[in-house]
């Protein structure tokens, strides 16, 4: 019979079995390709564990129930059992097959659903559930046998994965972040070294990041404001080769360790604002996640935001509450002699405490007082799937990018408003399409309030980062602008849930390329994906506009075109048409 401490009578098959019972019921798992699983190699394993620990854990399967007993004693809140061995070398080599497949461009991203998981083990030790660390030999296999120079390892488990902390502190090339439910070192696994102040060691310094959630009943505002205000500026900044989640759905509604409030759809929205890094590639690897029902539905979430499926905005985003606040000011206060992408943090605050005010006193502490199972939350809507992604109108001649339809080209429209209404009623709001991408000249970032009517409303921190852009230095400040877009533009606009995103682009403007497409790429977590890229040609163009007509004559064919693949979050590729 198998014994097992009772702090893991929560760690249960059935949670690998649900996840696939909801992706095969919802129909995701037939758009995915399944790649097949092998057992690591002792030489995979030794990249992060030692020799006498592998040969201790070979020995499990061989041992008497005493003998594994007190073999498990001497960790924390970790089960042994005669076939775990086998199951954790199971665990890392699917995550390795993973990593092959997407590193060599056979799958742009994927997920690896495995048990027992990984971030607490280290060298030495199993912890927390975890035998072998999953996510950590991931990180070192590509880096050993890829070339990836530097690796972003992302942990959104409600747990610290110290073990992942321990392996990376003093490795400048693996930028470990983690936010985790910590209460002041009251929560497990207790540990001093996963408040904000351990910044990594020597070379590492900066380059592992801890956001301790002092309180329980986090919301989908308050990690969408870490992602914002601290991991995104500094994952822009580090420009990772890959990027690796450490993705625990514990940190989810209803979850017995977490006691957070953060529906499952939020899943959908921190696995979007990932995939614009590192050219997509992207690996998700299964840590926690204790509700079988907020687990199935946060893996659903993410797995079809990996399949490029835009997803509507969690309901009610505002601020953060004010113990984030208090985190993310000190997180950014500890590693702001680290990275350059750093709002005054005085200025982060002062604006959102303002907000955090009208939330305090909000704090949903009334919910431990339910258990877990009684906690109940809506389905997560209905995501749509546009059958083609995206339309471009083109003038006759030139030839349509693969995987975009054509679209007619707009007669030439009498106002901008009637230009994204005519487009709109077209094509976007039909819903047979996710973006449009019609070439036309117009200066200013448009977001549409609502899908109701067309509100010009000109978004500042677009027109202040041209403006950046515009500086002498040119797009050289493409941190500055990074930083506008992330710490501004994007928190206004996730408050703002437009209906339709406008994106337009200016000739000269001195908006690089590649900030372009993190542009496009980001901004298609709004309005479900809807957006107008309206694009300036280069080239000799005559353009003839009032206030009230806006059209354009092209001169010629060299165009500059958006060569948006069917992907919403592939990047956009740009091909100069001569
Ligand atoms: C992968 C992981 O991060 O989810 N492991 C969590 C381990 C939690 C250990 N403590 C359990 C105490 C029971 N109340
Ligand atoms: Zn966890």
Redesign the pocket.
Known sequence: SRFCSP?CK??VPERLTVSHEALVRTGLAARCVSIAVREATDEEILLVHSEEYLEAVKKTPYMTLEDLMAFTQQYG?VYFHPNIYHCAKLAVGATLQLVDSVMTGRVRNGIALVRP?G??SQKSAAS???IFNNVAIGARYAMQKYGAKRVLIVDW???H?QGVQYCFEDDPNVLYFSWHRYEHQNF??NLRESDYDSVGKEKGAGFNINVPWNKVGMENSDYLAVFFHVLLPVAYEFCPDLVLVSA?F?SAIGD??GKMCATPDIFAHLTHLLMNLAGGKLCAVL????NLTSLAQSVCQTVQTLLGDPAPLPADLGGPCESVLKSIHCVRSAHKQYWSSDLPASELSAKSLKVAEQKTGNEPEAQEQRSPEEIVWPEPPKRLCPPVRTAVALPEGVACPDACKRCSSAEAPSSLYSLSLHVLCECVCAGSVCRITVSLYILVCVIVCRAVHVLICVCVCVCVCVCVCLAPQGCSDVAGFMQAVLGLLLPLGYEYNPGLVLLVRMPGSGVCESVWQQLAGLLQGLAQGHTLVLMQVRGPVWVKYSPVNWWMCIQDQNWQLCKCTNSCYQQAEYIRYS
């Open positions: 702090a929560i760690e809140d998981p971030h607490h927390g559930f975890c488990d409600v747990h994965g497990w696994p625990g514990d017995p360790e840590e926690g996640g204790y």
